[in-house]
């Protein structure tokens, strides 16, 4: 497999109230094998001074508390070199692409974009892509969450997998549960085209690269090409399912989804949306099943696919009224304002 770490990436993190894991990802990433990637960091106006402390963090000012856990240890200490150069936007001029010449007089400064608001997670990194796509520069678009630790080899082996492989359009890593280090979350997924369920693959893999049909967009490696082919995400969705709608539409374009197997990182499931499962992710969920529904399919297809999915929550109700009954209540209203939803953002690049 030939090395194409010359391949510029920019790896874009979204934080919205989450400083104390921004900055751990960030430190981690600063120590990674790749020669050529530049980190943007777009705050979804954060109500904690998020933009200050990471700021702070970058003149080696703020210090974050060390953790006793085995990833903090391997992959976040020793702390970088500090002060770390960096760059602040605001939403306007990011989207202007910056500015190019002060840019050329730091050598890969952190990029930090202040969002004029907490549009989700589609709405902050398509500010970031934008920036990207107006200064033209680059190769590989990576979304990682905030939340991440990285091993220092992630983002080689999966710039050399997407470089190697046949048309490929995006490419996905091995995730592990940051609190169960050898505990995998996501090792590749399978998106059912009937019940429209989505799963987890989380077992082990011998071979190095293998293909599938979702990709979480917890770790997720676009190739410029198909920014522009498909487009922007679809800030409809706020959060979940953004994901999976991408997924899908790059396959429907024609291209593949590969998971590099050997591409680790480890995710604190939940921090953005308070928990593995909460009232505020379960609304989002609920909501977002049936927009996706209503804006990939049609006709027999669209209403046979919604009868499924809607039966297939009947267990749900039962299973939350035992183990958490104000579920239920996002359920219901999730499930209503999916079907008052409506199709209309605007994909193109540029835009």
């Given at each position: 497999?030939?090395?194409?770490?010359?391949?510029?990436?920019?790896?874009?993190?979204?934080?919205?109230?989450?400083?104390?894991?921004?900055?751990?990802?960030l430190?981690?990433?600063?120590?990674?094998?790749?020669?050529?990637?530049?980190?943007?960091?777009?705050?979804?106006?954060?109500?904690?001074?998020?933009?200050?402390?990471?700021?702070?963090?970058?003149?080696?000012?703020t210090?974050?508390?060390?953790?006793?856990?085995?990833?903090?240890k391997?992959?976040?200490?020793?702390?970088?070199?500090?002060?770390?150069?960096?760059?602040?936007?605001?939403?306007?001029?990011?989207?202007?692409?910056?500015?190019?010449?002060?840019?050329?007089?730091?050598?890969?400064?952190?990029?930090?974009?202040?969002?004029?608001?907490?549009?989700?997670?589609?709405?902050?990194?398509?500010?970031?892509?934008?920036?990207?796509?107006?200064?033209?520069?680059?190769?590989?678009?990576?979304?990682?969450?905030?939340?991440?630790?990285?091993?220092?080899?992630?983002?080689?082996?999966?710039?050399?997998?997407?470089?190697?492989?046949?048309?490929?359009?995006?490419?996905?890593?091995?995730?592990?549960?940051?609190?169960?280090?050898?505990?995998?979350?996501?090792?590749?997924?399978?998106?059912?085209?009937?019940?429209?369920?989505?799963?987890?693959?989380?077992?082990?893999?011998?071979?190095?690269?293998?293909?599938c049909?979702?990709?979480?967009?917890?770790?997720?490696?676009?190739?410029?090409?198909?920014?522009k082919?498909?487009?922007?995400?679809?800030?409809?969705?706020?959060?979940?399912?953004?994901?999976?709608?991408?997924?899908?539409?790059?396959?429907?374009?024609?291209?593949?989804?590969?998971?590099?197997?050997?591409?680790?990182?480890?995710?604190?499931?939940?921090?953005s949306?308070?928990?593995?499962?909460?009232?505020?992710?379960?609304?989002w969920?609920?909501?977002?099943?049936?927009?996706?529904?209503?804006?990939?399919?049609?006709?027999?297809?669209?209403?046979?696919?919604?009868?499924?999915?809607?039966?297939?929550?009947?267990?749900?109700?039962?299973?939350?009224?035992?183990?958490?009954?104000?579920?239920?209540?996002?359920?219901?209203?999730?499930?209503?304002?999916?079907?008052?939803?409506?199709?209309?953002?605007?994909?193109?690049?540029?835009?």
């Open positions: 497999m030939s090395d194409y770490t010359n391949k510029k990436v920019y790896i874009i993190l979204v934080n919205y109230n989450g400083w104390q894991d921004t900055i751990e990802c430190e981690s990433l600063y120590k990674i094998d790749y020669e050529n990637y530049q980190v943007l960091v777009v705050d979804n106006d954060s109500s904690n001074n998020s933009l200050e402390y990471i700021k702070s963090w970058a003149d080696g000012k210090i974050i508390d060390e953790k006793d856990t085995t990833i903090y391997k992959y976040v200490l020793p702390y970088i070199e500090k002060p770390k150069e960096y760059i602040e936007y605001n939403y306007l001029q990011a989207l202007q692409g910056g500015d190019i010449e002060l840019e050329k007089k730091y050598q890969n400064p952190l990029i930090l974009i202040k969002s004029n608001k907490n549009g989700g997670f589609s709405y902050g990194n398509n500010i970031a892509i934008k920036y990207a796509l107006k200064k033209n520069d680059f190769d590989y678009i990576l979304l990682l969450n905030n939340d991440t630790i990285v091993d220092k080899l992630f983002l080689k082996e999966m710039v050399n997998t997407a470089e190697n492989v046949y048309n490929a359009g995006i490419t996905g890593s091995k995730i592990y549960y940051y609190n169960e280090p050898s505990k995998i979350w996501f090792n590749g997924g399978k998106y059912n085209n009937v019940s429209g369920r989505t799963v987890h693959i989380k077992k082990e893999n011998k071979i190095a690269i293998s293909e049909n979702f990709i979480t967009g917890c770790s997720m490696l676009i190739k410029k090409i198909l920014l082919n498909v487009g922007l995400f679809d800030e409809n969705y706020f959060m979940y399912l953004e994901d999976l709608d991408y997924c899908y539409q790059t396959i429907r374009s024609g291209y593949k989804l590969y998971i590099a197997h050997n591409s680790i990182i480890w995710h604190k499931i939940g921090s949306g308070g928990g593995e499962i909460s009232d505020f992710s379960a609304y969920y609920y909501k977002n099943n049936i927009y996706f529904r209503k804006k990939n399919y049609k006709g027999f297809k669209y209403q046979s696919i919604v009868m499924i999915y809607l039966l297939m929550q009947f267990v749900s109700i039962i299973k939350w009224f035992f183990v958490r009954p104000s579920i239920i209540k996002q359920l219901y209203k999730g499930t209503r304002e999916g079907f008052k939803s409506e199709n209309d953002f605007d994909y193109r690049v540029g835009k």
